[in-house]
């Protein structure tokens, strides 16, 4: 699917044919485009361009249809074509992708923008995944991790863990309201990244924000296959020899974790494995 910047004109051609390939002589065209929600942004109406029996059909959307929220990386223009042929209305469809500039949205689908991460990158050795991999391929995978990532379970940020006795938010008792987690506001932190908005996210400290937008890094050069031999760890290989290949794992399930050793290395400060049972 083809992907266009969001916020501008594009002219999208389709040809017109049908399931086997096999070209269609259309006489008329009506066309609808929706978004990824299935929300209708051009109701149907006839393609006035359209001559008929033409190849292919040119929709020329605007500009202002391909607008996303600044929250959104991505949006979806889905377009249904009804063509008319031999009198019968045959349904095609089609569509593209509209992204930002830069895709990854802090606070939405990632810790960092592209240009952060790719500054954050060359403060850290050995990312062979990330050095043999394209812009596109970076991004999709710093996105991924994203996801990998805010599967943990975090401490809490409303504690004096994170907040040394040099801090204007300390308070001896251990407990207060700030701006990253207030009960006034109806919201709760409660160790889930993914319930943070943008907003929300920009006030975490920056000692965490730091750490996460590392680990997110390192998280992605692993996708991107940089870290065999973690990924071979973490499916229990204990053992591996290259003359005669030998290997070895272990029988035990290893602990299975969102995330890879390293990218954890970056987060053991602000992570907790521990579980809280209640009635």
């Known amino acids: 699917m083809d992907i266009f910047l969001a916020g501008t004109a594009v002219n999208l051609i389709t040809v017109l044919s049908d399931k086997s390939g096999n070209p269609l002589k259309v006489t008329s065209i009506e066309y609808r485009i929706s978004d990824e929600s299935g929300t209708e942004l051009v109701p149907l109406q006839a393609l006035s361009s359209f001559v008929a ?9 605007s500009a202002e249809n391909n607008i996303i929220a600044d929250t959104a990386a991505l949006g979806l223009r889905a377009v249904e074509l009804h063509c008319v042929v031999a009198g019968n209305t045959i349904v095609i469809n089609t569509g593209y992708i509209v992204e930002l ?8 689908n990632s ?5 952060q991460a790719e500054f954050n990158a060359v403060s850290l050795p050995n990312l062979a995944g990330w ?12 996105s991924d991790a994203r996801d990998h990532i805010v599967q943990l379970s975090f401490t809490q940020l409303n504690s004096n863990v994170n907040w040394g006795q040099d801090s204007l938010n300390f308070v001896p008792e251990g407990t207060y309201s700030t701006n990253y987690v207030s009960n006034g506001d109806m919201f709760l932190f409660n160790g889930n990244l993914a319930l943070l908005t943008p907003l929300q996210f920009s006030k975490l400290p920056d000692k965490f924000k730091l750490a996460l937008s590392k680990a997110q890094i390192v998280e992605a ?3 991107l296959g940089g870290n065999v031999v973690d990924s071979r760890r973490r499916e229990g290989l204990l053992l591996e020899s290259i003359g005669e290949v030998k290997q070895m794992y272990r029988s035990g399930k290893p602990l299975d974790l ?19 049972v209640g009635r």
């Open 53 to 61: 029996e033409s190849p292919q059909a040119v929709i020329e959307v």
């Open 258 to 276: 969102p995330v890879s050793r390293r990218a954890l290395s970056y987060l053991s400060y602000f992570v907790t494995f521990s579980k809280k």
């Open 131 to 142: 050095d043999k991999s394209s812009e596109s391929e970076r991004i999709a995978a710093l």
């Open 101 to 108: 500039a830069d895709p990854l949205v802090v606070g939405t």
């Open 111 to 115: 810790f960092q923008t592209y240009a």
């Open 221 to 223: 050069d692993s996708i």
